[in-house]
């Protein structure tokens, strides 16, 4: 590979902590969404969240938070790399799959 | 006080929008010039946020059960089923995303067009996020509104 051949593929890749807490960010967007409907569903998670914080609403918020974290760290440790455009890509799609998932569950439901 | 918390609350979400939109504006001419600038605006976007977050999540967990009684007796449950259910969950979308741009600005995206499409990327959805969650805040408001004006108080008008 060529020094122009390896700068070009170093420009393309972000580095560890962004790719690590940037699929991190993707995956706790997607999971807060999860959340949001396996709680509406089943009263009992409903419940169990409220009697943590007070409210579900906190200690949903608080878990996205550690899951962001977590796996942010899990990743970073573990050496993830991505290439900005698929990055961009995950991060896009989870807010729109997400933000939508929410709409359409709360129009349905 | 109630009032205090419940006009700050997207005050600071406007706020984290506007530091969006000049974090999107640094980094479109990211230089070795405006590495500071970058930073100063994904910082302001996190705080901005963060404190959003902080002060609606206080106004909703502790006042907005008599609002909500209100809406859901009105012409416009919807303002409570939807909207707000909606808005109370997608509000965690732009949080991590503000959380996230710290992290990202760290770097020197003046020689990194990857970190920079990345960054414009969470950039443009706390922005896209941030004006629905401001249009469903107003959505929300009228609905008390106009159940207030549904039962004839008077002066609700």
């Known amino acids: 590979m060529s020094n122009l051949e390896a700068n070009a593929a170093g420009r393309s890749q972000v580095d ?14 997607l999971f807060n969404t999860l ?6 569903a089943y009263d009992p998670l409903n419940t169990f969240m409220a009697s943590l914080t007070g409210h579900h609403w906190r200690t949903h918020g608080i878990a996205d938070v550690i899951v962001f974290l977590v796996l942010g760290f899990v990743f970073l440790s573990q050496g993830v790399k991505l290439d900005g455009v698929r990055l961009a890509v995950y991060l896009a799609g989870s807010c729109i799959i997400a933000g939508g998932g929410l709409a359409l569950w709360f129009v349905l439901v | 006080m109630s009032d205090i918390i419940l ?10 929008i506007l530091a969006a939109v000049w974090l999107l504006v640094e980094v479109l001419n990211a230089s070795e010039t405006n590495r500071a600038r970058i930073r100063s605006a994904s910082y302001a976007v996190a705080i901005c946020i963060v404190l959003a977050a902080l002060l609606g999540g206080y106004w909703y967990t502790v006042y907005y059960g008599a609002e909500k009684a209100i809406i859901v007796k009105g012409p416009w449950p919807w ?13 965690f979308i732009p949080l991590i995303l503000a959380l996230y741009l710290p ?10 067009k990857a970190s920079r499409l990345v960054t414009m990327t969470v950039a443009a959805f706390v922005v896209l996020n941030g004006l ?16 207030f004006v549904h039962t004839g108080i008077k002066g609700a008008e």
């Open chain 1, 16 to 29: 560890g902590a962004t790719a690590a807490f940037g699929l991190a960010a993707a995956i706790t967007i």
């Open chain 1, 35 to 40: 959340l949001a409907w396996v709680k509406d």
């Open chain 2, 7 to 16: 006009f700050a609350h997207p005050t600071f979400g406007v706020f984290g």
């Open chain 2, 79 to 91: 303002a409570h089923n939807f909207v707000m259910e909606t808005k109370e969950h997608l509000f």
């Open chain 2, 103 to 112: 992290i990202v600005s760290a770097q020197n995206l003046a020689r990194n």
């Open chain 2, 132 to 147: 629905a969650i401001e249009g469903g805040g107003a959505i929300i408001n009228y609905g008390v509104k106009v159940a």
